[in-house]
């Protein structure tokens, strides 16, 4: 009789892990040789100061060229992108020779990084501090300049897959026409630095 395989505690964890849902983001950097990753680890840190972090894999090509640029943008992906979370987490894409074939990418002008402009949200941050994670390094970066579609419906994954969540499931009426004002106001608004 063989003896039950132990299933390896990174998997276990990766699979507990999966279970807090997240949206999807594409981090990218600019200049003469731009990258772009897919990453969920994006979260808000601050409001006031605007703080955002994302990590990032020690060994992953955008490491480099993130600790290169020294500025990010944060691109949370609609629903209708899940190509394009599919395209930037795929490491083939380097061997062509343009790493941003989908979507609507342009130059920001706070620090240069690539914006995806059909995102539901973007942010363009300035890298404050590099922390150690382990395996990953934790870039914080502190936002100059932000915009949302807040019209679009979000990209999501959860348990290794990805997933819509279209309005109309929203069991709570999930903004007032207050906060909606507000976010139509602060929509595309810059950051005093
Ligand atoms: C849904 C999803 C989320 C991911 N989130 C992260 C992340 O937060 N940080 C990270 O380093 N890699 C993340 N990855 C893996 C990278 O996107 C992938 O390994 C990518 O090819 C690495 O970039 P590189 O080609 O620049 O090395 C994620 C992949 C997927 C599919």
Redesign the pocket.
């Known amino acids: 009789m063989t003896a039950p395989q132990a299933v390896p505690v990174g998997r276990q964890l990766r699979s507990t892990l999966g279970c807090f849902a997240t949206g999807?983001t594409v981090v990218a950097t600019g200049g003469q040789q731009p990258?772009g990753?897919?990453?969920?680890?994006f979260t808000s840190v601050s409001i006031e100061p605007p703080l955002v972090l994302?990590?990032?894999?020690v060994d992953?090509?955008?490491h480099e060229s993130l600790r290169a640029f020294g500025s990010y943008s944060v691109n949370v992906l609609s629903a209708a992108q899940e190509e394009v979370?599919r395209h930037?987490?795929?490491?083939a894409r380097?061997a062509v020779g343009n790493e941003f074939p989908l979507g609507n990418w342009s130059t920001s002008e706070q620090t240069g990084a690539l914006l995806l402009r059909d995102s539901h949200a973007w942010l363009d941050c300035r890298l404050e501090q590099v922390y150690d994670g382990g395996d990953?390094s934790i870039f914080l970066g502190r936002v100059l300049d932000f915009g949302a579609d807040i019209a679009a419906e979000p990209l999501l994954?959860y348990e290794g897959e990805y997933h819509n969540l279209s309005r109309s499931q929203f069991t709570v009426p999930h903004r007032d026409s207050g906060a909606r004002r507000t976010a139509d106001a602060l929509r595309s608004a810059s950051v005093p630095t």
């Open positions: 999807i990258h990753m897919t990453a969920n680890s994302v990590c990032v894999r992953a090509v955008f979370a930037f987490a795929n490491p380097h990953h994954y």
